[in-house]
């Protein structure tokens, strides 16, 4: 059975004639009496009485139509859904970041997003570089914002901008009175970081490495999952941390934070995609905002 005939039978049945039918369809009679007999020799099951030259919708018919009609109509609900997703009217996004790039670099991005489209559901999830990546490889973002790199065969990742790693310390801390340190150095200090798996952590134990200093000889006190959370530690106590200059700006300014002078990397801000799902409408219209 196709949606053709279902078309063809709900209209015969309604105008109650072969002829008008025809006409209202832009078919000849003669293709729509071919389709509803058909549709009656595929089920075996006549719908029509033909009394004379005319045709009556019988009992059988009349159960059908029911059935007809509802379908009719499903499929042109899953016509306009279609219609709509291609034309930006209807959709969803869902998005996964790290935290600075969620809190921080990616709110006007979206602010210009919803704006352009506010008929898509934009759903925003945070969790760390490693939590973003998985999201990604599971379908279950359809783009994710990375600090970090990740190495995997089934992933995309592509620049789109990035940000500063900056050493913070409290104004306590005795590396305040010190105009510079050198990369030794930073082993003569008690360290709050964010959990493994975080890009800014991840950035910062590469440039130990690439310094000859041993991350494992680093002295650890305390790992917190969020950059709020390591900021007020900081703060605290007499400790050392790393953090994207965005997230500890209003800080330094307000003297609740003071910057240490170190050569520190810069780190690139990561667009995440799966290399073989689909790109949705809705992702190209933030792809081509992001280009800008």
Not at 159 to 177: A, E, K, M, Q
Request: charge should be neutral; glycine fraction near 6%; hydrophobic fraction near 45%.
């Amino acid at each position: 059975m196709t949606f053709d005939q279902l078309r063809i039978f709900v209209e015969v049945a309604e105008q109650g004639h072969l002829t008008r039918a025809a006409n209202s369809l832009s078919l000849t009679p003669a293709a729509v009496s071919a389709s509803i007999r058909a549709l009656e020799n595929r089920y075996g099951t006549q719908l029509f009485d033909r009394i004379g030259r005319g045709i009556e919708l019988n009992q059988n018919g009349h159960i059908f139509l029911i059935e007809a009609k509802a379908a009719l109509s499903k499929a042109q609900s899953a016509e306009l859904t279609l219609s709509e997703l291609g034309n930006l009217m209807r959709g969803n996004l869902s998005i996964h970041a790290s935290q600075t790039i969620a809190s921080y670099w990616l709110p006007p991005i979206l602010l210009q997003y919803t704006k352009a489209h506010p008929l898509i559901d934009i759903q925003l999830t945070i969790g760390n570089t490693d939590h973003v990546a998985m999201a990604v490889l599971k379908g279950s973002a359809d783009v994710g914002f990375i600090e970090g790199k990740i190495e995997d065969e089934n992933l995309q990742a592509e620049i789109v901008d990035g940000d500063d790693i900056v050493l913070v310390v409290s104004p306590n801390h005795p590396w305040t009175r010190r105009k510079r340190i050198d990369h030794q150095d930073l082993l003569g200090s008690k360290w709050i970081l964010r959990e493994i798996g975080s890009g800014t952590r991840a950035a910062f134990m590469a440039m130990l490495l690439e310094n000859g200093v041993d991350p494992d000889a680093l002295d650890i006190e305390l790992t917190l999952p969020s950059n709020e959370a390591v900021r007020s530690a900081v703060m605290a106590g007499s400790y050392a941390s790393v953090l994207s200059a965005l997230v500890v700006a209003s800080d330094i300014k307000a003297g609740l934070l003071c910057r240490v002078k170190i050569d520190l990397p810069r780190r690139s801000f990561f667009l995440l995609r799966h290399k073989e799902r689909y790109k949705t409408k809705a992702y190209l219209a933030l792809e081509k905002i992001l280009s800008k």
